[in-house]
C-alpha cells in the first residue's frame, strides 16, 4: 500500500528535526515510503529538515526509501545548463544528507535549454552514481523529444497537475472536432504521449484548483463534484477524499500521486484509496460533477 503515492516537501520547511522524524516513521508504518522534493521548497530547507531527521535516525534505511528531486527554477528565471544541473544536485544531495536520488527531475522547461549540455550532466550523474533516473515536469511531448535527441538515460517521470479540476489531458481527447473549451489541445497530447513511451505521469496538487481545495473543503463552485464523491464513497464505505484518490489511480496510465499534505490521516487516506475498486459509471459521474462534459 502506498507505492503509487508520494509525501510532496514543499511544506517541510517549517518542521522541527523531531517532527520530521515521527512523520517519517508514521508515514512509512502507512506505506508510504516515496518522497518528493525540490531544491526550491522552503528555499532548500525543506530537503535540510528532511536530511538532518534522515540521517540522525539509523533505524531507517536508506533502500527502503524512494526520494526524487527537482532543479532548474532560479530567481526569476529557469537554468537547465551543465553547470547549474551539476551545481544543483551537489546541493541536493548535501542538504538531505544522502550519497544519491532515486530519481532526479528537470522542474520547468528552460526556453534556452540546450540537449547536448543536459545530456553531458545527466551522463555524469549517472556514472557517479548520483542519480539512478531522470525524468521532467511541466514537459510537453516536443519538449521532452528535443530532450531525447541528446540525452541517453530514459525519462521515465513527467508530473503534471491532474485531478478532476484539473483533467484538460482527458477533456482534449474526449471533446475532439468540437469547438468547446475543453476540446482544446493545450498540452499536445502529453497524456497519451507518455503512455506510448513508457513516462510515468506524476499527479501534483491533484486536489487543488481556484475554488476548490480538495473534497473534504465545501466550495460553492465544485459542490456537485463535493456531493458526488461523497455519496460515492460513503455508500461503499470510503472518504470523499479516497475517491479523489482513486480517481487518479484508476486511470489506466497508472498515474502516481504526488501529495501535498502533512497531515498523516490525510496522508492514511489517499494511501488506502489504491484498495478501491472504481468502476468505469463512478468514475464518468466524478468526472462529470467536476464541470466536464461528455459530447
Known sequence: MGNRIFVGCMRFGDFLTQDMN?????????????????DIYAGGKSEKVFGNAFSSDKSLKREDFYIQSKCGIRNGFYDLSRDYILQSVDGILSRLKIEY????????PDALMEPEEIAAAFDKLNSTGKVKHFGVSNFNPMQIELLKKS????????QLQFGPCSASMISEGMEVNMNTNGSVMRDGSVLNYCRLNNITIQSWSPFQ??????????????CELNRVLYETATAKGFTPTQYAAAWILRHPAKMQIISGST???????????????MSREEWYAIYRSAGNIIP
Not at 484548483?209 to 465544485?222: A, L, Q, S, T, V
Open 22 to 38: 515521527s512523520f517519517i516513521h508514521q508515514a512509512q508504518e502507512i506505506g508510504i515510503t516515496n518522497y518528493d522534493h525540490a
Open 101 to 108: 536520488l532515486d530519481s532526479l527531475l528537470l522542474h520547468r
Open 151 to 158: 540525452v541517453k538515460q530514459p525519462l521515465e517521470y513527467n
Open 209 to 222: 484548483k481556484p475554488n476548490w481545495r480538495g473534497p473534504f473543503i465545501n466550495d460553492g463552485e465544485y
Open 263 to 277: 497531515n498523516l490521516y490525510r496522508l492514511n487516506e489517499i494511501a488506502e484509496a489504491e484498495k478501491i475498486q
